[in-house]
């Protein structure tokens, strides 16, 4: 896999990855099984400190589950053993069956919250909030605030997909309707301030959240992208968002 470098890192410095995998029909049965067994991260990959394989929801946040695209979130001791997973047999033979696939290095830029009982991204030191940044979302729900919680969320995509500077956003989640996450791109961290201070209606939600404790447990970190390889939807999106910058 051949990453292309979008600012200068140590190659033993602590890394956090994020991949999206996009399978044809003959092979999304595959796909859903793989992931169920958790292919990727068994045995657990050399280097690996926190790793989730996860699903995809459709059209963006939607309750339906995408059986056609996964998605790969972990950290790892260091890049150079980001690099050896991603090069690996194991995972060129996982990404043959794939039509497409996209893999962002990341580094943080702050991270607060937990999941599963620990934050798997506090401990590699912040970076600068250079160009493009990503944003992860986590939560596990509270059983009893289900429905309030998926009541708003077609309002909460369409507001986000509305909003100044947003690049893509992607819905994941680890177990149906009770584990979610989402997984967005901004031009820069102004877009993010303005959508998450200037938005009436997001603001109305993280309100309710608190009100009505819609979570059990949640985890909010930012990250700036150090390299990307691959496509997504026929495109890099950082790579043609950085183009764009400069037109």
Not at 31 to 37: D, I, N, P, R, V
Not at 70 to 96: D, G, H, P, R, V
């Amino acid at each position: 896999m051949l990453f292309h470098p979008l600012m200068p890192t140590s190659a033993h410095c602590p890394i956090t990855t994020v991949s999206l995998f996009r399978f044809p029909s003959p092979q999304q049965w595959w796909a859903f099984t793989q992931m169920g067994l958790k292919s990727l991260l068994n045995p657990l990959p050399h280097g690996l400190t926190f790793g989730k394989m996860m699903g995809c929801g459709r059209a963006g946040f939607s309750l339906l589950p995408d059986f056609s695209q996964y998605a790969l979130i972990a950290q790892w001791k260091t890049e150079e053993e980001a690099n050896q997973f991603f090069s690996s047999e194991k995972t060129k033979m996982y990404l043959e069956r794939a039509k497409e696939s996209y893999t962002m290095q990341l580094a943080p830029i702050q991270s607060h919250g937990l999941w599963g009982g620990q934050n798997p991204f506090a401990a590699t030191p912040p970076t600068a909030s250079l160009g493009p940044i990503v944003v992860l979302t986590r939560a596990s729900l509270r059983i009893s605030q289900l429905l309030s919680f998926w009541r708003h969320v077609p309002s909460t995509y369409r507001a986000m997909q509305a909003a100044e500077g947003l690049i893509m956003a992607v819905g994941v989640g680890e177990v149906p309707i009770v584990q979610q996450a989402t997984l967005s791109i901004w031009e820069n961290a102004e877009a993010i301030r303005k959508f998450a201070y200037q938005s009436g209606f997001h603001k109305e939600v993280i309100k309710k959240t608190r009100q009505q404790h819609w979570y059990r447990e949640e985890l909010f970190a930012r990250f700036s992208a150090i390299a990307t390889a691959g496509t997504y939807l026929g495109k890099d999106p950082i790579l043609s968002a950085v183009a764009h910058s400069f037109q």
